[in-house]
């Protein structure tokens, strides 16, 4: 192509810059043509109407009125039986502690999370009665908003110290504990591999960390390498991507819905060999598991520093409120600002507090209540093993196990509908138990229909034989 030139004009000094036309001139048909049609395109573009009224005619008074009179609108919710298990409640007069009054009937409680005895323990309730003269009943306000108190502080650090971490972080709320730490860490691209059999708080902290999930089967260490392997040959392939990925496994420490431990150790190898993080959730293991009730790290032996995080609810062993996340401090401090339910919640009420300090001072001087709660609940797992009928499910040294049927009628509600009646049959004779409860469509993998027995120190041996003799007495009656 030429250049612009510049020429002389008479005698004029000044310089005059002439673009060459001659390449335009040279320029193919095609070219010319093409840019032609782009230019009406782009006129057309300008002057068109981005939408046509929809020709129609007018409709009189009376089909108005006769459509308006045919509309039916859907309903907000989908219809639901009267008799739905949801919409029946057992109601609970007085503290579930050893002994709960439901529907105005004292019963043997088998039902409550109250493993280590603590809802109605003396020391406890005073710690929170004098907390609540202090502090008043809640904080109405977030912990970044006037919400941290000093029994907050004294808290965290309690928890730390017991679970022998750098630190430790306390939510209001047990739920939102896990569900709030998943998404503070593993964000939309990075990869978390979890177990199939993972609560449902795992699963919603899943689903808020838009993150890409791979399950694998439940405590199978080898489908979790399989898993493992084929992301290591992608990651090869794509190294690239590979490094601004993060890697999570997440498990229970003891499954909420099976009642079994996962293999801690093979998970810990997996993770050094392949260059995974490790989540653990304590809810159901803590209080309860190892020698002075920190878990299932204490109960296998493991390093605590291998797990990059610890979560677990306080509403089972400690029977108060809330939960936290404990490990080192630079990975707590991150949810201090990224934590939804931490930055956006109420802080948990200064008694709560107090009654879980409270419950953590009666851990640490007397050990020997984890010793009990184990040797009671492989009383209970042995009481039910003669049950016609059912099956039990779980560990022996599990403090909530599951009874499910030997053989399913092939219909969920009416599996639901028989465990039910053995519940009611049992509630009778003043034996509490309970049906485990999910949402059957936001479950990702629906366990069967179980009854969970609740084992606490407080069950005497003739507590036990009771209940097991009256569940025997149920499922031949139901059963046969």
């Known amino acids: 192509m030429g250049s612009p030139q510049v020429v002389r004009v008479g005698n004029n000094t000044s310089a005059r810059l002439i673009l060459n036309t001659w390449p335009l001139v040279c320029a193919p048909a095609y070219h010319l043509v093409l840019e032609g049609i782009l230019i009406l395109w782009i006129i057309r573009l300008l002057f068109s109407k981005t939408y046509k009224l929809q020709e129609r005619s007018d409709l009189t008074e009376k089909e108005k009125e006769d459509l308006i009179e045919e509309w039916q609108p859907e309903p907000l919710v989908p219809p639901m039986s009267k008799d739905h298990p949801s919409l029946n409640y057992d109601i609970v007069t007085g503290p579930p502690s050893h002994k709960i009054i439901v529907n105005g009937k004292e019963c043997i409680n088998f039902a409550s999370f109250n493993f280590l005895g603590f809802l109605d323990n003396e020391r406890v309730k005073q710690k929170a009665l004098t907390s609540l003269r202090r502090y008043g009943v809640g904080t109405c306000g977030p912990r970044g908003f006037y919400g941290t108190f000093d029994v907050h502080l004294e808290l965290e650090d309690r928890l730390a110290k017991f679970m022998k971490t750098e630190e430790a972080i306390i939510y209001s709320y047990g739920f939102a504990t896990i569900a709030s730490a998943i998404p503070a860490y593993s964000k939309r ?213 599951h009874l499910q049927l030997e053989r399913s009628s092939g219909s969920r509600d009416t599996d639901v509908k028989m465990l039910r009646s053995i519940v009611d049959y049992c509630l009778e004779r003043q034996i509490a138990l309970t049906l485990a409860r999910y949402l059957d469509k936001e479950e990702r993998f629906l366990p069967p229909p179980s009854i969970r027995v609740v084992v606490t120190i407080e069950q005497t041996e003739e507590d036990i034989e009771k209940a097991a003799s009256c569940i025997r007495e149920a499922a031949l009656a139901i059963l046969k």
């Open 189 to 401: 691209g990075d990869i978390v591999f979890v177990d199939e059999a993972a609560c449902f708080s795992i699963q919603k902290g899943l689903q808020a960390s838009r993150s890409f999930i791979k399950y694998f089967k439940h405590n199978d260490m080898e489908d979790l390498e399989r898993l493992l392997k084929e992301q290591e040959i992608e990651d090869q392939r794509n190294p690239r991507k590979a490094r601004v990925t993060r890697r999570f496994i997440i498990v229970e420490g003891l499954y909420i819905n099976t009642a079994d431990v996962c293999p801690l150790p093979d998970l810990v190898k997996l993770k050094y060999k392949y260059k995974v993080r490790i989540f653990l959730e304590e809810s159901m293991s803590f209080g309860v598991l190892g020698e002075h009730g920190r878990g299932v790290t204490e109960h296998f032996g493991v390093n605590i520093d291998d797990i990059d995080l610890i979560s677990a609810n306080m509403e089972n062993a400690v029977a108060s409120i809330g939960g936290f996340c404990c490990g080192r401090s630079f990975v707590i401090d991150h949810q201090r600002l990224s934590g939804q339910g931490y930055c956006f919640s109420a802080s948990l009420p200064p008694m709560l507090a107090a009654a879980a300090i409270e419950a953590l001072n009666i851990m640490e001087e007397d050990p020997e209540i984890f010793a009990i709660l184990r040797e009671k609940c492989k009383h209970v797992h042995k009481a039910l093993q003669e049950s016609p009928g059912v099956k039990v499910i779980g560990e022996a040294y599990a403090p909530a196990l």
